[in-house]
């Protein structure tokens, strides 16, 4: 008798009914009657049939709700953060476990299916929804738990930036995250994770000490530098193209609670010296002072600007003396700078309204910000008053800089920041005409450029995926071969395993 069965079962049913609806939904999220067969794509992009009888197995096989289209929590769980992004996945897993991540992993295996992970939702391309295949929506799954004494967080694969900061924090410990608390551990971490913090303690790929993996065919691996190394390594930086990482460890560092953070916004008659300034210093910054720069056109009025955003987290006696060189660059026109919270400062560019807007973005890594490429940002960046325009330049150096190209799967240690110019704009503004824009400007930035930051990769083609891990492809293409050979992964900065002779 199965689980449905069974709850239909008379005496079972008595059971059932007595418990509260809250308990109900928990302990039988997943439970659902399928009553048609499901429409889905294959991994060629076919239109295929799931059996009735198939999914209904899948649902009673989960402890977490299975959704398909119609079904209330449907169109919320396929959403991300970007509003321009609306696909349908033929199925949605909401897993209540591993267990139930390694069932739908399993059955996307057996009925060839594409998947699509979400964790925090903001991939800029979407690459956690899909059109047709399975999407395993982690945000039933967030749970962080800190070991003080090993200095260690255990934080589940769904988990987002701000619950990392904040339980972590309350040992006085903190790991490298991003700068927006909404951001999935997920997503950040298996690709990158650039923050405040970076500049001392790495990357926050860096700071991975294991992790748990469901790879291509449902199984569950443990991975550190002993076991699983080559999974360990991949993880750390090509994402999530072996599988859905389902538990982190991180390294904590221990951090005083107050730093200083804001930014500093200088008007139209100093942006390009301050721009002028930021490219002849900021590699040279200490690792305790991470500076990020925006130069464009303010949203509201289309004043040019450039702005430094700051998060000093060294000595407070040392603060004046750092800072005196940026002080020098004259009088702002805002000044929001002062001592903060570290957690609440993490919380500073969080969106109230996520997807109010649409952002369009291109990036890459740079190793110099010559006079050359000063001059293309200022005399190409364009007011217009239906989007917001700037290029934003992301911290690097320090510490990232010091670990070696091959030690993970992230190869791009030499750049003193990722370069994003990027554009905000209504959904219902005119979209092609503003990526456009952005494309046209985009030539003429992209020459300055090394390597792109794949988490916030448009839609590059496979080959310059490829391309894009440098020395560390190789070995990555023997990894993906053997971890999720029939690619199932591949919404991601995709490692093709057709180029080394892998079934698609
Ligand atoms: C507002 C905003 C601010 C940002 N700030 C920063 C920043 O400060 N620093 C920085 O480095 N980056 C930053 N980013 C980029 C961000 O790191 C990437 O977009 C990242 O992919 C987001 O992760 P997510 O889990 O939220 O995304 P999702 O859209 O949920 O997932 C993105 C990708 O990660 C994969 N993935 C998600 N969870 C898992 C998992 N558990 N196991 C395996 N694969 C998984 C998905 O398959 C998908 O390919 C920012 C992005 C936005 C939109």
Not at 271 to 295: G, I, K, W
Not at 297 to 310: E, R
Not at 368 to 395: C, K
Not at 473 to 499: H, Q, V
């Amino acid at each position: 008798m199965d689980r449905r069965t069974f709850v239909g079962a008379s005496a079972g049913a008595l059971t059932w009914m007595a418990l509260p609806r809250a308990v109900q939904a928990e302990v039988y999220a997943g439970l659902r009657q399928i009553n048609d067969d499901v429409t889905a794509k294959n991994l060629a992009g076919a239109a295929v049939q799931l059996s009735r009888s198939d999914v209904q197995a899948l649902a009673d096989s989960l402890r977490g709700p299975l959704l398909l289209a119609g079904n209330p929590g449907y169109d919320l769980a396929r959403q991300v953060l970007n509003p321009a992004i609306d696909r349908h996945p033929a199925l949605i897993v909401q897993p209540g476990g591993v267990a139930d991540i390694s069932r739908a992993v399993a059955f996307a295996a057996e009925q060839g299916l594409v998947v699509a992970v979400k964790c925090g939702g903001h991939s800029f391309a979407g690459k956690s929804t899909c059109e047709g295949g399975l999407q395993i929506d982690l945000s039933r799954f967030r749970h962080v738990q800190v070991d003080a004494g090993k200095q260690l967080a255990q934080v589940s694969g769904g988990s987002l930036l701000g619950a990392m900061d904040h339980e972590t924090m309350a040992h006085g410990l903190v790991t490298t995250a991003g700068t927006v608390s909404h951001t999935g551990v997920g997503g950040l971490a298996t690709g990158g994770g650039f923050g405040r913090l970076a500049r001392r303690f790495g990357l926050a790929l860096d700071n991975i000490a294991s992790v748990d993996v469901v790879t291509g065919d449902g199984s569950i691996l443990y991975a550190d530098s002993e076991q699983n190394p080559d999974l360990y390594w991949g993880v750390r930086g090509a994402g999530s193209n072996f599988g859905v990482v389902t538990r982190f460890a991180f390294h904590l560092h221990p951090v005083q609670r107050r730093v200083m953070g804001g930014s500093l916004t200088f008007g139209p008659e100093l942006r390009r010296q301050v721009l002028e300034f930021y490219a002849e210093h900021c590699a040279n910054f200490p690792d305790e002072l991470y500076v990020d720069c925006t130069s464009g056109f303010t949203p509201d009025k289309q004043q040019p600007f450039t702005s430094l955003h700051l998060c000093y987290s060294g000595p407070a006696k040392s603060y004046d003396t750092v800072m005196a060189p940026i002080r020098g660059l004259g009088k702002p026109v805002r000044d929001t700078v002062k001592s903060i919270d570290y957690v609440a400062e993490q919380r500073r560019y969080d969106l109230t309204d996520p997807r109010a807007m649409v952002t369009y973005v291109k990036g890459g890594y740079v190793s110099e910000i010559p006079a050359a490429l000063v001059n293309a940002i200022l005399d190409g960046l364009e007011p217009d008053p239906e989007r917001y325009t700037r290029v934003y330049f992301q911290h690097s150096g320090g510490a990232i800089g010091r670990v070696a190209a091959d030690a993970t799967a992230f190869p791009h240690r030499y750049a003193i920041a990722n370069m994003l110019p990027m554009i905000n704009y209504p959904p219902t503004a005119d979209v092609p005409r503003h990526v456009a824009w952005l494309k046209q400007y985009w030539k003429t930035l992209e020459p300055f450029t090394h390597g792109f930051y794949t988490v916030e990769a448009d839609q590059q083609s496979a080959a310059e995926f490829n391309s894009n891990y440098l020395d560390n492809y190789p070995r990555l293409l023997a990894a993906k071969r053997r971890y999720d050979p029939k690619n199932l992964f591949r919404l991601n900065a995709n490692i093709t395993p057709e180029a080394a002779g892998g079934a698609v």
